[in-house]
């Protein structure tokens, strides 16, 4: 089964999480500038809210892959939100999006500082191990 990563972030937390969700799957984690270059069963898309939505990269890295992905199962993190799913569901162009979904708390200023921590990481890199069981 052909996996992806792809990240979009702007403070460097949701890198993290991508980064650990790679290595579990040994792959890289690419941001969203990097296409893809094959038909990928599962894209890993780790992403987090912006004003209540996904970033524009993130929307339109999917519009410009979405003949090569198959399914997308959202990793976010937000210091508010709690789900990454209804924003990349409105952006899908039609791709599924799976329902498992790995989400936690992102640093934003003085709220959740230090997230995500080495306990997040652990459990992004089991969250993406445990899709394939």
Excluded: Q, W
Aim: hydrophobic share 40%.
């Amino acid at each position: 089964m052909k996996t992806a990563v792809r990240y979009y972030t702007r403070s460097g937390n949701t890198k993290k999480l991508a980064e650990a969700a790679a290595s579990a799957l040994s792959v890289r984690a690419d941001d969203v500038s990097v296409p893809l270059f094959e038909k990928t069963d599962i894209l890993f898309l780790c992403c987090s809210y912006y004003a209540f939505d996904i970033d524009e990269a993130v929307k339109r890295f999917i519009k410009e892959n979405k003949d090569n992905i198959k399914k997308i199962v959202c990793i976010g993190s937000s210091a508010m939100m709690k789900s990454m799913k209804k924003p990349v569901r409105r952006a899908s162009e039609g791709i599924p999006v799976a329902d498992e979904e790995f989400h936690c708390r992102g640093a934003f200023g003085s709220i959740h500082k230090n997230r995500p921590d080495e306990n997040d990481l652990l459990a992004v890199r089991d969250f993406v191990k445990g899709i394939f069981e």
